[in-house]
C-alpha cells in the first residue's frame, strides 16, 4: 500500500470517523434519553377520559377516584363503578359513557393504556410520598390541565435518586418539611 | 510451621470431648475431615459445565438476538407500550390493591383445629399465621399449618370428578355424579346393605350434625373413623381409672418438674402448640431464674428428649416396668403418697434397684428423678407417650395420682369428642360385611385407608366386593385409585366449617376465595345428595352452617345481641367463647392397676412407629416445602429411615445407608439405617407418613411406607412391636442430611469450632451463683477501623436458647413469607438447600448419652459484614438501619460472599430452583399464586439470603408515614419471630433503651457468635442454661 494514503487513513480518518461515531452516539444518546424514558408518552386510552375535564374543570379530588395513593402502594385506577357514581345519571347519552356503562353492565374488564411504569424490582409506595406532603404534579405534571395524559417526567432510578438526594431542590416549597429521601438500595428492593 | 502442622494433627485427633455432629466427625473420618477443609461439598459445581447448561453455541446465541432485535424494532408499532392496568369493574368494598387482608379460620392441617389469620392479597391467600384472639393457640400455628397453603395451589390437585369405567378414567359433570351416586344410595338402601362413611376424627360440630342427618336420611348408614395416630390407649386407661370422660388437658405451664415417658409432647403429641408456649413459659429467663425440669425416658430421640435436662434411654416395652419400679420406690420404700392395698400387691413385686441394674440406667439420674418427684409433689407431671400402652397410662395415672399431681389437670375446660374413634373390632366387622357384599356403598370421607389401615385388615380386597367406592379427595391417594368416582374437594381455604375440640369456645373456619377448580366441600357434597332435587347455585353448606350455629350455638350462647351481629362478630374474631362447667375428678379406681401384665420380655429389637414431624399421617407428603425442611434431631430431608444405636449398629455390622430388613411377624421392609446418637439399644425406629404411592409427583416413592409394619392385632399399641428382627439386607440406599456441610469453620482454624464458644451454654445453679459468668469468654476487640455510627433505628434480634426447642416452624414461616424455593432431594444432597434460616444442631458427650444443643443460624447482619468487603459489584451493602441487604439485580453470582461469611448463611441459586424441581412442577400458573408479591422471586445465579424481612419493614415505615409519627422497633415482626412457638425470637430496635430487644442484647447470657471476629453481629443469643444438679456436671 502506497505509504501517504495509509498514513492518510491512520492521521485523518480514522480519527475523523471515531469522532463523527462519537459525536454521533453522544448526540444521539442524549437527544433520543426523554424519549427513551418515556417522557412524552400518551397513548389513546380505551375511552376519552379527560383528566382537564374532571379534575381541571370540575375541581374533583384526585383521591376521589385514585383511593390508595395515601393508603398503599398503588394509586389505583378507579375501578367501573367509581365512575359510575355520577355516570349512572350524568352525561348518559355521549357514546363514550354508553361504552363505559356497557363495561360496568356486562363486566367486561376496562384496559387502560398504562403510562407511568417503574419495574417490577422496584418496590414504590405511593402512601408514603404523598403523606410525606409530595404533590403529585412533581411526577405526574399538571394532570388537571391534560385532555389526555402523558408522561412528564422520567422514571428511572436516576431521577428517583436526583430527588432523594435533593429533594429541595425539586421541590423547594417542602423546604424545612422533609429531609432527604433513604437511598438505601432495600428501601426500594428487596 | 511443623510445631503448627503437629498442633493441627492433635487437634484433628483429640476425640469426643467436645461438640461434635456426627459420627463420622467424632471419629475424625479422614474423608470428613478432608471435606472440611473446602468451602463447598465435592460435586457442588458438578453438572454446571455450560455445555450442560445450553446446546446454543455463543456465537448463535448472539445471532438470534441480534435477529429478535431486529424483529422486534421492525415489527413493533409503539415500543414504549407498557401494557394494559385492569381495574376492577365493581371493586370490592374491603379491597385496596397492593394493601393485605386478614380473615379469620380454623386450620384443618389436624384435628386439633388451631385458630389461623390468613393474609390474603388482593383475593389471593398469601400467607398463615395463627389468629392471636384463639384461646388456645393464642396467635401461633405449627409448619404444617403453615405450609398447608401450598397444598391450595398444588398443581396436582384433582380439578374435576371423575368415574372409573373398567379400566379406563373419565371426567364428569357434577351434576351426572349427584344423579348416579343419589340412585346408588338409594338402590342400596331399599336392598337393606350398609352405606359405610370412613372418616378421619370429627371436630366440627356441624359436620357431626351433617353426618348424623344423612345416616337419618338414608337408613343403613354407618360412620367409622379412623386415625394414625391417636390418643385412644390414654383415653381407655382413664376411663379404666376413672369411670368415664377423658384425659384431662394438663397445666404444664405450673409444672416444676416433667416426667416424660416416650412422650414428644413439644414434637407433635397433642395439642403441640399449647404445650410448647407452656412448657417454654418456665423457661423464661426474662421472668424466672428458677427453671422447670425436664426428664425425658425414652427409646428414640425426639424433639423433647432433645430438649430434656436429664435423659434416660429405655425402651419401649419396659416403660410399664419402670412406672410400676417408680411407684413401688415412691410408694412403698419412701413412704410418699398413697395407693390403694391391691395396687399395693401389684407394685411391690418391682423393684427400681432391679431395673436400672438390668437396663444399665445412669442411677445418679434414677436418685434426682425420685427426690425431685418427690420435692414437688402436686407440681409435677408424669406423661406418657400415646405410642405406649393403655397398662403404662394406667400405671401413669396411678403414679400422677399418688404424687399428688392431679392437681396440676385442668378443671376449667376438658376435650371435646364429637365422633369416637372406631375401635378394632368396629372396622374388623365393617371390613367382613364389606367382603361378603353387604355393604353397599362405601364414602371415603376424605379419609385414605388403603395407605393407613393395617394390611391384615385386608382392606383394599374388601373394597373390591363393594358395588359403589366413592373417595373424596384433594388429591389423587392409594384408595382413589381403586374407587369407583373420585370427587375433588376444596382446600380448607376454600370451605367453610367450625371446630370444637375442648369446652369453653367455637372456632369458625371461612373461605378467603373461591374454589380454584371444579371442587365442592366434602360437606357440600353430602348436603347435596341428602335432598331429592340439586340446588345448584351456592354452597348450601354456609347455610347449613349458619342454621346450626343459629340454632345450637347462638341459643346456648345466650348474647344478648341478634343472630346476625353475633355471626359477623364470630366471622370477624374467628372464634366464640363461652362459659365452660368446671370439671371435677374422683379418685382413682383402686383396682386399676389389677390387670396389668408385663409385655413378655422377647428377644430382637423393639419397633417404635413415630408420626413425622412435618407430614403428619402423610396428608402433607405432596408439599414440597414440609418435605423439604430437616427432621429437628437427625436433620434428614426427603425421607424416612430406621434409626438405631451405635451399638445396635456395629452388632449388626450396618452403617449409615444401609439396607437393612425389618420383620415382624411375617410382614417386612427394607429401609436405611440411620444411626442416631441417644437410641436406645435394641430399639428401632421408624417414621410413618413416608413412601406414599399414586398420589401425585412430589409424594410418590419419597421414603418407605412403613405403614406395612403396622398390624391390628398389635399387642400392646399400635406403634410398638416387640420381637421384631432387624437384619442387614443387600444394598445401600443414599439418605440425604443438611448436618455435615455448612462446616463452620474458615479453613485455616478448621475443627476447632467447639472451642470458639459458637453455643455457649451454663447450668442455673451457676447462672444463679454468678450471673455474670459468660465473661470469661468475652473479648477485648480492636479494630484499626472507626465503626460507623447509628444514630436512628437500628435493628436487631435476639434468640433465647432457653426457650428454642428446635422444632423448625421458623424455617417454614421463612419459607413462605420469603418465597424461597424447593430443590429436592439431589440438590440436598449437594448442599444447596436454600433455606434462609437453618438450625443448627451440636452433639456432645458420648453417642449413647449425647448432650444436644441447637441453634438457629440466618444471616447475623454484622455491622462490619465480611461479605461487603469482598463483593466485587456492591450487590451486599449495609443499609442507615443496620441491615445487610441483598441486592439481586446487581449480583452477578461470583459466591465470594457467601466464601467470606463466617455463618454460612448465604444461599446461591444454582439453578432458577421451579424450573428445576421435578421438571418444574412448582412452575406453574396456579403455585406462582403462592408467591410473596412484596418479596422478588429469585432466579438463578444470584445470592440470597435472610433480610430481617424488610419488606415488613417497609410496610411498616409505610404505616408509620401514613400514621404521621417516627418508626418505632415494636412496628415490625419478622416471619420467624411470627411463628416461633415459644417465643424465644425477639427483633426490634436496639437503639431504643426501653425496647425488649435492647434488654435482650444487654442481657448477662447476651452473646455473638464468633465475637472475636469482630464482625459485630446483629443477632444476639442467650446461652442455653439446663436445670441440672451441679455435681454431676
Known amino acids: ?190 | 510451621m511443623a510445631e503448627q502442622m503437629k498442633d493441627k494433627n492433635q487437634q484433628q485427633e483429640q476425640v469426643d470431648v467436645h461438640y461434635w455432629r456426627s459420627f463420622r466427625e467424632l471419629y475424625r473420618d479422614p474423608q470428613l475431615l478432608e471435606e472440611k477443609h473446602r468451602e463447598f461439598k465435592e460435586g457442588v459445581t458438578d453438572d454446571f459445565s455450560p455445555d450442560q447448561l445450553s446446546q446454543i453455541s455463543r456465537r448463535k446465541f448472539f445471532a438470534l438476538v441480534g435477529a429478535s432485535a431486529a424483529l422486534a424494532g421492525a415489527g413493533c408499532t409503539d415500543y414504549r407500550e407498557k401494557g394494559a392496568v385492569v381495574p376492577y369493574n365493581k371493586q370490592p368494598e374491603e379491597v385496596l390493591p397492593g394493601k393485605p387482608n386478614f380473615y379469620a379460620s380454623t386450620c384443618t392441617a389436624c384435628p386439633t383445629a388451631c385458630g389461623i389469620l390468613i393474609k390474603t392479597r388482593e383475593g389471593r391467600p398469601i400467607k398463615v399465621d395463627g389468629n392471636p384472639d384463639h384461646p388456645v393457640s393464642k396467635g401461633k400455628i405449627c409448619s404444617k399449618g403453615q405450609a398447608s397453603i401450598l397444598n391450595l395451589y398444588d398443581p396436582a390437585r384433582l380439578r374435576n370428578p371423575k368415574k372409573k369405567n373398567g379400566n379406563s378414567i373419565t371426567s364428569v359433570a357434577w351434576k351426572n355424579v349427584d344423579e348416579h351416586i343419589r340412585s346408588s344410595i338409594t338402590a342400596s338402601v331399599e336392598s337393606g346393605k350398609e352405606i359405610a362413611i370412613i372418616t378421619h376424627s370429627v371436630v366440627s360440630p356441624t359436620a357431626k350434625k351433617l353426618l348424623d342427618e344423612f345416616a337419618q336420611s338414608y337408613p343403613g348408614t354407618r360412620v367409622y373413623a379412623y386415625e394414625l395416630f391417636h390418643e385412644e390407649n390414654r383415653n381407655n386407661a382413664w376411663r379404666k381409672c376413672y369411670g368415664s370422660g377423658t384425659f384431662p388437658l394438663l397445666k404444664w405451664d405450673e409444672a416444676k418438674v416433667v416426667l416424660s415417658l416416650e412422650s414428644d409432647f413439644l414434637g407433635n403429641e397433642g395439642n403441640k402448640i399449647e404445650q410448647v408456649r407452656l412448657f417454654t413459659d418456665g423457661r423464661d429467663i426474662m421472668k424466672t431464674d428458677t427453671f422447670n425440669r425436664l426428664y425425658s425416658a425414652e427409646s428414640a430421640m425426639t424433639l423433647t428428649g432433645m430438649n430434656a435436662d436429664y435423659r434416660l434411654r429405655i425402651k419401649a416395652d419396659r416403660q410399664l416396668e419402670f412406672v410400676l419400679s417408680l411407684l413401688n420406690e415412691i410408694v412403698v420404700k419412701k413412704g410418699a403418697g398413697e395407693v390403694s392395698l391391691s395396687a399395693l400387691g401389684v407394685i411391690s413385686k418391682y423393684s427400681l434397684t432391679d431395673f436400672i441394674e438390668t437396663n444399665g440406667l445412669p442411677e445418679k439420674v434414677i436418685s434426682h428423678l425420685i427426690d425431685d418427684l418427690l420435692a414437688n409433689r402436686g407440681k409435677s407431671i408424669v406423661h406418657a407417650g400415646r405410642s405406649l400402652s393403655e397398662d403404662v397410662h394406667i400405671a401413669v395415672n396411678v403414679l400422677n395420682e399418688a404424687l399428688g399431681n392431679t392437681a396440676l389437670y385442668l378443671t376449667s375446660s376438658e376435650p371435646v369428642t364429637y365422633h369416637t374413634l372406631s375401635p378394632k373390632d368396629e372396622l374388623s366387622e365393617l371390613i367382613e360385611k364389606m367382603s361378603s357384599g353387604e355393604v353397599g356403598v362405601l364414602i371415603n370421607y376424605d379419609s385414605n385407608p388403603v395407605y393407613h389401615l393395617p394390611s391384615d385388615y385386608g382392606f383394599t380386597d374388601a373394597m373390591k366386593q363393594v358395588p359403589t367406592v366413592i373417595t373424596l379427595t384433594e388429591l389423587d391417594s392409594e384408595t382413589s385409585h381403586e374407587s369407583h368416582y373420585v370427587l375433588p374437594i376444596n382446600h380448607t381455604f376454600e370451605s367453610w366449617g367450625d371446630a370444637q375440640t375442648r369446652t369453653g369456645y367455637y372456632s369458625l373456619q371461612q373461605p378467603v376465595i373461591a374454589p380454584l377448580l371444579d371442587t365442592r366441600q366434602k360437606e357440600e357434597i353430602l348436603l347435596r345428595w341428602m335432598s331429592a332435587e340439586d340446588n345448584t347455585d351456592g354452597n348450601p353448606y354456609h347455610r347449613y352452617l349458619m342454621d346450626h350455629w343459629e340454632n345450637a350455638i347462638y341459643a346456648g350462647a345466650r348474647r344478648s345481641v341478634d343472630f346476625r351481629t353475633f355471626w359477623y362478630a364470630a366471622l370477624h374474631d374467628g372464634v366464640i367463647t363461652e362459659r365452660a362447667e368446671s370439671r371435677s375428678f374422683n379418685r382413682v379406681n383402686p383396682d386399676a392397676l389389677g390387670g396389668i401384665e408385663l409385655p413378655a420380655a422377647g428377644e430382637g429389637f423393639t419397633l417404635l412407629l413415630q408420626e413425622s414431624y412435618f407430614l403428619g399421617d402423610g396428608k402433607f407428603a405432596n408439599n414440597g416445602w414440609l418435605q423439604e425442611i430437616p427432621h429437628p434431631v437427625s436433620k434428614i430431608a426427603w425421607d424416612n429411615y430406621a434409626a438405631i444405636s451405635d451399638a445396635s449398629a456395629k452388632k449388626l455390622g450396618v452403617k449409615n445407608d444401609d439396607l437393612v430388613t425389618i420383620e415382624t411377624d411375617g410382614r417386612s421392609l427394607d429401609l436405611p439405617v440411620f444411626v442416631q446418637p441417644g437410641t436406645a439399644d435394641g430399639a428401632v425406629a421408624v417414621m410413618l407418613g413416608y413412601g406414599r404411592t399414586k398420589t401425585a409427583v412430589v409424594a410418590d416413592n419419597v421414603g418407605f411406607n412403613a405403614n406395612l409394619l403396622m398390624s391390628k392385632d398389635s399387642r400392646q399399641s399400635p406403634w410398638v412391636y416387640t420381637g421384631v428382627s432387624v437384619k442387614k439386607a443387600r444394598g445401600t440406599y443414599r439418605v440425604v442430611s443438611t448436618q455435615e456441610h455448612h462446616a463452620f469453620d474458615i479453613p485455616r482454624v478448621q475443627d476447632i469450632h467447639y472451642i470458639r464458644h459458637i453455643i455457649q451454654e451454663g447450668t442455673i445453679e451457676k447462672y444463679q451463683k454468678d450471673p455474670d459468668f459468660l465473661d470469661e469468654y468475652k473479648h477485648d476487640l480492636f479494630s484499626i477501623t472507626t465503626q460507623k455510627e447509628y444514630t436512628g433505628v437500628k435493628w436487631a434480634m435476639s434468640i433465647d436458647l432457653n426457650k428454642c426447642i428446635g422444632c423448625a416452624d421458623c424455617v417454614t414461616a421463612c419459607n413462605v413469607e420469603n418465597n424461597v424455593p424447593v430443590v429436592g432431594k439431589d440438590q440436598v444432597q449437594v448442599g444447596r438447600e436454600m433455606h434462609w434460616i437453618r438450625i443448627d444442631r451440636y452433639y456432645s458427650g458420648t453417642p449413647e448419652e449425647p448432650k444436644i444443643a441447637m441453634q438457629p443460624m440466618l444471616c447475623q447482619h454484622c455491622d462490619k459484614a465480611p461479605c461487603e468487603n469482598v463483593c466485587p459489584v456492591v450487590a451486599t451493602v449495609h443499609s442507615e438501619d443496620g441491615l445487610n441487604q441483598m441486592v439481586y439485580n446487581r449480583c452477578v453470582g461470583t459466591r465470594y460472599c457467601s466464601n467470606n461469611c463466617p455463618y454460612k448463611v448465604r444461599k446461591f441459586n444454582f439453578f432458577n430452583f421451579r424450573d428445576h424441581f421435578r421438571r418444574g412442577y412448582y412452575r406453574s400458573d396456579l403455585v406462582e399464586l403462592v408467591n410473596n408479591p412484596e418479596v422478588t422471586v429469585r432466579s438463578r445465579g444470584v445470592m440470597e439470603k435472610c433480610t430481617f424481612c424488610v419488606q415488613r419493614i417497609s410496610d411498616a415505615r409505610e404505616t408509620a408515614t401514613q400514621e404521621g409519627r417516627p418508626l418505632k422497633g415494636s412496628d415490625v415482626t419478622t416471619a420467624c419471630q411470627d411463628a416461633c412457638n415459644a417465643d424465644a425470637i425477639v427483633f426490634g430496635d436496639m437503639n431504643d433503651p426501653e425496647s425488649k430487644i435492647a434488654k435482650y442484647r444487654d442481657h448477662n447470657l447476651g452473646y455473638v457468635v464468633l465475637e472475636e471476629l469482630n464482625v459485630r453481629p446483629n443477632v444476639t443469643y442467650l446461652a442455653k442454661l439446663r436445670n441440672i444438679h451441679t455435681e454431676d456436671k
Not at chain 1, 39 to 55: E, N, V
Not at chain 1, 63 to 71: I, L, R
Not at chain 1, 90 to 110: C, F, N, V
Request: proline fraction near 5%; charged fraction near 20%; aromatic fraction near 6%.
Open chain 1, 1 to 190: 500500500m502506497d505509504k501517504s494514503l495509509l498514513d492518510h487513513i491512520l492521521r485523518i480518518r480514522l480519527p475523523v470517523t471515531i469522532f463523527v461515531i462519537i459525536v454521533a452516539f453522544t448526540i444521539t444518546y442524549f437527544a433520543s434519553r426523554a424519549e427513551r424514558d418515556g417522557i412524552g408518552y400518551t397513548p389513546t386510552q380505551p375511552i376519552d377520559f379527560s383528566h382537564a375535564l374532571h379534575a381541571g374543570e370540575m375541581q374533583i379530588d384526585c383521591q376521589y377516584c385514585h383511593t390508595g395513593v395515601e393508603k398503599g402502594r398503588h394509586a389505583n385506577i378507579p375501578s367501573v363503578s367509581s365512575c359510575m357514581n355520577c355516570h349512572a345519571i350524568a352525561k348518559r347519552d355521549s357514546p363514550q359513557i354508553q361504552r363505559l356503562t356497557r363495561h360496568y353492565e356486562e363486566g367486561i374488564p376496562l384496559e387502560w393504556e398504562r403510562i407511568h411504569r417503574v419495574p417490577d424490582f422496584a418496590y414504590f409506595s405511593h402512601s408514603v410520598h404523598v403523606n410525606k406532603g409530595i404533590d403529585c404534579a412533581n411526577c405526574h405534571g399538571n394532570v388537571e390541565q391534560m385532555d389526555k395524559v402523558g408522561q412528564v417526567q422520567s422514571f428511572t432510578m436516576g431521577a428517583c435518586l436526583d430527588c432523594h438526594r435533593e429533594p429541595h431542590k425539586q421541590m423547594p416549597e417542602l423546604a424545612g418539611l422533609i429531609q432527604k429521601g433513604p437511598e438505601d438500595c432495600a428501601a426500594c428492593h428487596r
